[in-house]
């Protein structure tokens, strides 16, 4: 299970006749396995810098430039 506990709005991202809210968000996750695809929420797509938080464990992966999670 995830749930976004915070999210920043970095504005609209159109591609052919569809548009998705860009954001920057901090997820919190139950497992590793729970942490979304960069473009897995529907309506939304994730910017580098999002964070996801691991509570099984309390790693830290943040999202970067080639929508990867990298752990911190």
């Not at 809210?21 to 729970?34: F, K």
């Amino acid at each position: 299970m995830r749930k976004i506990v915070n999210q920043e709005f970095i504005g609209f991202k159109v591609s052919g006749d569809e548009s998705v809210s860009l954001i920057r968000a901090v997820i919190a996750c139950d497992t590793a396995e729970d942490i979304p695809e960069y473009n897995a929420l529907e309506g939304y797509e994730l910017d580098i810098g999002s964070v996801a938080w691991d509570i099984s464990n309390g790693e830290i992966y943040a999202l970067n430039s080639e929508h990867e999670w990298v752990k911190q």
